[in-house]
């Protein structure tokens, strides 16, 4: 028979478990609308995530996926034709949907600065609010973060509150990330 702290432990280990599966599909959602953008090194980094932490992976990935097979077999089947792929770089490149013209930063250069999650997801609260034609999104994002975090601390969750970013980094997170996302 458990005892009353072995309950409360497994209760604790459960929450953690639930936020850690909702951080994973945040992610995995702003991903998308990454990829949505352009970016498809987001498909690939949402496969390895979703492999790494046995999550299913979303059909945006596999439609993705199925659309490099479809290139790849399309170019193998120019060279059996014999007729040349050249560049072969620029045309895998462009098989990936990973192509660029000179000048413009590579996916990986974008992806790179894209890739904070944590900014990323405090830019989408930001723009839910927006969506609301709230003047104050701002405000409410850090009150909103500032309010988890006693959450936490009240349910047990954590030992002690953490720092909530300020007012200043909710903003730029939001300048940061704003383009990637839909208002």
């Known amino acids: 028979m458990e005892t009353h702290a072995e309950e409360r432990q497994a209760a604790r280990d459960e929450i953690n478990r639930l936020r850690r599966r909702a951080a994973q599909q945040d992610a995995i959602d702003a991903m998308q609308r990454l990829f949505e953008g352009g970016d498809t ?6 496969y390895r995530r979703c492999r790494a932490d ?6 945006w990935v596999f439609a993705y996926l ?10 193998y089947t120019q060279v059996q034709a014999r007729h040349p792929v050249l560049p072969v770089a620029k045309a895998v490149a462009a098989a990936l949907r990973m192509d660029t013209p000179r000048g413009v930063p590579t996916v990986f250069a974008r992806y790179a600065q894209a890739n904070d999650w944590e900014g990323l997801a405090i830019a989408e609260k930001v723009a839910a609010y927006l ?13 909103d973060l500032a309010e988890e975090e006693r959450l936490q601390l009240a349910l047990g969750l954590t030992e002690k509150l953490r720092a909530t970013p300020s007012k200043s980094t909710v903003e730029r997170m939001w300048k940061r990330h704003r383009a990637s996302l839909q208002i």
């Not at 090194?41 to 949402?46: E, F, Y």
């Not at 046995?54 to 059909?59: M, N």
């Not at 969506?131 to 009150?143: C, F, G, S, T, Y």
């Open 131 to 143: 969506r609301l034609n709230d003047k104050k999104a701002i405000d409410n994002v850090v009150a």
């Open 54 to 59: 046995d999550i299913p992976l979303p059909a």
């Open 41 to 46: 090194l987001a498909a690939w980094d949402a």
């Open 66 to 75: 199925d659309d490099v097979a479809r290139e790849f077999g399309r170019l």
